[in-house]
């Protein structure tokens, strides 16, 4: 009995230190990531002609992911990486679609704007990846984002059968994001060209 009682107190001690973390109140943002967030909002929507200058940013460059969308990055001082995916528009100006900050990579990774993934060569992932120096293409991905692209129009499904009958509505799909929306990626399958190639 004793036995019983000493196994079951184990058992719900370790069921409550499991659902302790769960239970937790997510931390608030630090004032740097209240700052960022900020400094993203007010990047968003911004147009422009040439290249875009961001004050105590360095520009590392990019270009065309797939058209009209490009990318580009840019690095501040403290190793914080910030992505930017931009819109050409008819008259050959941009403007800002997405802004992704990415905190400083752990020692020997770095921040990738030309990432593919699996039999994909569309260059529209972003890596923070390792790997050695000899090497044009790393695979060691820590974490990744997708830029979305156009997609082709999917037609229309048909809402009537040859005998007449009214098809079954089918699960709503997701929507797509907008082209040059940044979202996160699974690693699987993305490799990353080495920035220093």
């Keep these: 009995m004793h036995s019983i009682i000493l196994t079951s107190l184990s058992i719900l001690g370790l ?3 499991l659902a302790g973390p769960a239970l937790a109140e997510p ?10 967030a900020s400094f993203v909002e007010s990047l968003l929507g911004k147009s422009y002609e040439g290249e875009l200058d961001i ?36 008259t050959g100006s941009f403007v800002v679609t997405d802004a992704l900050v990415i905190s400083k ?9 030309s990432c593919m993934q699996g039999d994909d060569f569309t260059l529209r992932f972003i890596g923070d990846a390792r790997g050695p120096e000899s090497k044009e ?15 082709e129009t999917e037609p229309e499904p048909e ?22 929306k940044i979202t996160k990626a699974d690693t699987k399958g993305v490799q990353c060209a080495n920035p220093s190639w």
């Design 105 to 113: 990579p752990w020692k020997g990774y770095a921040v990738s704007i």
């Design 55 to 90: 004050e105590d940013w360095t520009d590392f460059g990019g270009g065309l992911v797939s058209p009209p969308i490009y990318v580009r990055l840019y690095q501040r001082e403290d190793g914080t990486s910030l992505v930017l995916t931009s819109r050409e528009t008819p």
């Design 15 to 17: 069921a409550g230190a």
């Design 137 to 151: 293409w790393w695979t060691e991905v820590r974490r990744a984002w997708e830029i979305a692209l156009k997609h």
């Design 159 to 180: 809402t009537e059968t040859e005998t007449g009958s009214t098809a079954e509505p089918g699960p709503e799909a997701e929507p797509k994001p907008e082209p040059g």
């Design 27 to 36: 931390k608030a943002p630090t004032e740097e990531e209240s700052a960022d």
